[in-house]
T-cell receptor, first 116, second 115 residues
């Protein structure tokens, strides 16, 4: 069956360090993968999208890698700050119901806490 | 901040009541979605729409229904609320090409509690 696993439910890191979050998937062949940030009681906010033919994508302090052989994406936040504390979700697109449509399936997320 | 709105933000209601959760977006997106999320759990797609008069059920079975009469409006209705419907409901929209679904913009969510 299809499965998305994010490395841990919670990750604590010291301010200024690089946070690395992992997203592994099985039985998917996604055309692209996305990362979202979700704060408590709020809807997710889109951060980055990486396509299957891209190895790496950067946006300011964020970096995403995508290895379709390992079926894994890594999400890095460099020079982490307490304001980066949130839950980070990875999401994969996949063909849905044979209707020629593609939907996103989300992982459970990793709750990141950046300690001052 | 995304231009997608949900009302109410919080709703506590008794069993058996009919409820409608509102969702509107001003971005002109054709694609809209409803997700259900329990605390600490992943989002599950319950309904989606690719345009006016188009609605489909998602991968999580839901007793709710949706309608899409206008591009900007995608309400969700529960005819008879039950405690098992207690959850967070998130509405989203996206502007993808053809069948692909690009980044999604989410509303703030409605926290529903059925007593």
């Amino acid at each position: 069956s299809q499965k998305i696993e994010q490395n841990s439910e919670a990750l604590n890191i010291q301010e200024g360090k690089t946070a690395t979050l992992t997203c592994n998937y099985t039985n998917y062949s996604p055309a692209y993968l996305q990362w979202y940030r979700q704060d408590p009681g709020r809807g997710p906010v889109f951060l980055l999208l990486i396509r299957e033919n891209e190895k790496e994508k950067r946006k300011e302090r964020l970096k995403v890698t995508f290895d379709t052989t390992l079926k894994q994406s890594l999400f890095h936040i460099t020079a982490s700050q307490p304001a980066d504390s949130a839950t980070y979700l990875c999401a994969l697109d996949h063909a849905y119901s044979g209707a020629g449509s593609y939907q996103l399936t989300f992982g459970k997320g990793t709750k990141l806490s950046v300690i001052p | 901040e995304a231009d997608i709105y949900q009302t109410p933000r919080y709703l506590v209601i008794g069993t058996g009541k009919k409820i409608t959760l509102e969702c509107s977006q001003t971005m002109g997106h054709d694609k809209m979605y409803w997700y259900q999320q329990d605390p600490g759990m992943e989002l599950h797609l319950i309904h989606y729409s690719y345009g006016v008069n188009s609605t489909e059920k998602g991968d999580l079975s839901s007793e709710s229904t949706v309608s899409r009469i206008r591009t900007e409006h995608f309400p969700l209705t529960l005819e008879s609320a039950r405690p098992s419907h207690t959850s967070q409901y998130l509405c989203a929209s996206s502007d993808g090409q053809g069948s692909l679904s690009y980044e999604q913009y989410f509303g703030p969510g409605t926290r529903l509690t059925v007593t």
